[in-house]
Structure formats: C-alpha cells, structure tokens
C-alpha cells in the first residue's frame, strides 16, 4: 500500500476475528515504531506484546469497554518513560509527544500489513501495570488490539474540510 492509502485506510476497528497477527507482521509493525523520531533522540517508548489469554483478559479488564469491543487475540501496549524524554522551551513535558509519534508509526504499519488497531486511551493504568508488572516509573500512554477486522470499513469521510483547519500566513 501507497504512503496515503495507508493513511486513508485507517480506521478504528473494534471487532476482531479471533486469527492471531503473524509473528514477521508483529515484529515489522515494532519496528517501524523502534524508528519514530523522539526528543533529542531520547526513545523512551517501549511496547509489551500481550498475547497469552490470562494476560490479554487482564489488559480488556483494564480496558473496561467490551461493550463496544469484541475480543481481539492480542493487544500492544505502549510504556514510555517521562526521564527519557524531555522538557521544551515552555516548560512542557514532551513524553506524551514522543508516545503519541511512535504509537502512530506502529498503528500505520500495521494498516500497511492489512491489520486492524484501535488506540485506546482509556484504561486503568494502575490495572494495566500490576497485569504486565510494568515499574512505577513508567506511563502506559496507550495500547490497541491487534488482529483482523470482522468487517472491512471504507476510507475516513467524518473529517472537518481541509479549508476549516488550514491557513495560509496568519491564523
Ligand atoms: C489518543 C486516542 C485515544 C483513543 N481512545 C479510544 C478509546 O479509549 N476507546 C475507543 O473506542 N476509541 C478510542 N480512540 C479512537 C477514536 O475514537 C477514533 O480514532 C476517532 O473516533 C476517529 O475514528 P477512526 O480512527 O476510525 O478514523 C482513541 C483515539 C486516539 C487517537
């Protein structure tokens, strides 16, 4: 798939064949995340790949939406680290930056790779890191099933227009 077709392609899915995602699919998808520009090449990110069924029930538990979900064979959680990264010129904290760039990269891989994700960002994330014994130290900034898709969905049409959120000069 071309760059925009990817970019066009995904969508939040949220009800999964129970097929589990193939291992070289998985490690490219971690890869492309690996590679995300980070501050001053900081990479505090880092991922669990949650796959055993105790572990994956815990992190739906954590998620609390299965009214909205169905089940998905496995779930990528993001951690990252506020040390690692870095503070800008306003006094604002950048980790939730570098998370959200990466996170990104992984999610449009695996578009490429014709999987399906959804980028959850509500969760307890108290639960998440007793579930996956992740240190205090760390955030989890957010996780996404992975799997294929029970139905297919069409290209994004609910987007404000171009004209609505550019300008040109000034603002
Ligand atoms: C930071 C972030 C957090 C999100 N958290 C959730 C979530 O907790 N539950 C959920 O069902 N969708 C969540 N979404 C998905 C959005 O609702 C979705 O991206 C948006 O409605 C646009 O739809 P689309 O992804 O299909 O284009 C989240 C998306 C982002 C980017």
Same mark, same amino acid.
């Given at each position: ?7 066009k ?7 999964y ?14 890869? &492309? &995340? ?5 501050w ?19 992190i ?15 779930? @990528?959680?993001g /951690? /990252? ?15 939730? /930056?570098?998370?959200?760039i ?28 007793? &579930?996956?014994? @992740? ?20 290209? @994004? ?7 609505? @959120? ?6």
């Open positions: 798939m071309d760059f925009y077709e990817v970019v392609m995904r969508r939040s899915f949220r009800v064949k129970p097929d589990m995602p193939e291992k070289e699919k998985i490690e490219r998808i971690l890869e &492309a &995340a690996r590679l995300g520009p980070t001053a090449n900081g990479q505090p990110c880092s991922y669990i790949v949650v796959q055993e069924p105790e572990n994956v029930k815990a739906w538990e954590a998620v609390g939406q299965m009214q909205k979900f169905a089940e998905a064979p496995m779930f @990528i959680v /951690v /990252v680290s506020e040390k690692a990264s870095g503070t800008n010129s306003n006094g604002e904290k950048y980790y939730g /930056v570098d998370f959200g990466c996170f990104e990269h992984l999610i449009l891989a695996a578009t490429a790779e014709g999987l399906a994700t959804c980028w959850i960002g509500w969760f307890n994330e108290k639960k998440v890191k007793e &579930a996956l014994t @992740i240190p205090d130290k760390y955030r989890v900034m957010g996780l996404t099933p992975l799997g294929y898709s029970v139905k297919s969905k069409g290209e @994004i049409t609910d987007r404000k227009p171009l004209e609505k @959120i550019v300008h040109y000069e000034k603002f």
